[in-house]
């Protein structure tokens, strides 16, 4: 069983910064693709970034040169550090993780919240 425990969240005022953390337990043999994604009152969930095993990322253009996404393999967690942030930004946002473990899977964590507002 594999369970993704994410952190972080919070107000915060806009200009501001957080880091999400995303931490995974269970029987993991290899992390392929870690991301963030968010989902706004009202909207679609979307795509945040992304990071693979060999650290290439992706980022949604609305997040560039704000956001970083970084991992660390040895203790199985990803994190996305947010700063600059904007009102739009406010949103759930969701840890994902496509993992080996005692099979492939994709696997969700349970979604903090960031609002950004003054």
């Known amino acids: 069983q594999v369970q993704l425990v994410e952190s972080g969240g919070g107000l915060v005022e806009p200009g501001g910064s957080l880091r999400l953390s995303c931490a995974a337990s269970?029987?993991?043999?290899?992390?392929?693709?870690m991301g963030w994604y968010r989902q706004a009152p009202g909207k679609q969930r979307e795509l945040v970034a992304s990071?693979?095993?060999?650290?290439?990322?992706n980022y949604l253009d609305s997040v560039k040169g704000r956001f970083t996404i970084s991992r660390s393999n040895t203790e199985n967690m990803v994190h996305l550090q947010m700063n600059s942030l904007k009102p739009e930004d406010t949103a759930v946002y969701y840890c994902?993780?496509?993992?080996w473990g005692l099979g492939w899977g994709d696997y969700w964590a349970q979604g903090t919240r960031v609002t950004v507002s003054s």
């Open positions: 994902n993780e496509d993992l």
């Open positions: 269970g029987t993991i043999f290899n992390i392929y693709l």
């Open positions: 990071i693979t095993s060999d650290l290439k990322t």
